[in-house]
Nanobody, 123 residues
Framework: QLQLAESGGGLVQAGGSLRLSCAAS????????LGWFLQHPGKLREFVAA??????SYSDSVKGRFTISRDNAKNTEYLHMNSLKPEDTAVYYC??????????????????WGQGTQVTVSS
């Protein structure tokens, strides 16, 4: 089993920055990929960024503004969010898949999820 706990959300003005953290515990040695998703009210969860074996990927909407990183020694991943926009307002979820668990997607039943953290960007 794997447990994920996010922190770092909050209220920020447009153009500002936030850093989200996700601490993993449990079978952390078996993590294949870590990532972040966001969810707007009433909408499906959307991919934001992922990191696996040092390779990163981003959605088009955050590319160039957000950076995902991972500190293996601390079993923690981060999402550095810069140049924030009001449309970035959402609940952000940390996610992970184990080795052999398939891709990191919203619909992958092998994915693990954190409880979510609210990010609000005011205009």
């Amino acid at each position: 089993q794997l447990q994920l706990a996010e922190s770092g959300g909050g209220l920020v003005q447009a153009g500002g920055s936030l850093r989200l953290s996700c601490a993993a515990s449990g079978r952390t040695f078996n993590i294949y990929a870590l990532g972040w998703f966001l969810q707007h009210p009433g909408k499906l969860r959307e991919f934001v960024a992922a990191i696996s074996r040092g390779i990163t990927s981003y959605s088009d909407s955050v590319k160039g503004r957000f950076t995902i990183s991972r500190d293996n020694a601390k079993n923690t991943e981060y999402l550095h969010m810069n140049s924030l926009k009001p449309e970035d307002t959402a609940v952000y979820y940390c996610a992970a898949v184990p080795n052999g668990g398939g891709p990191l997607t919203r619909t992958n039943g092998n994915s693990y999820w954190g409880q979510g953290t609210q990010v609000t960007v005011s205009s």
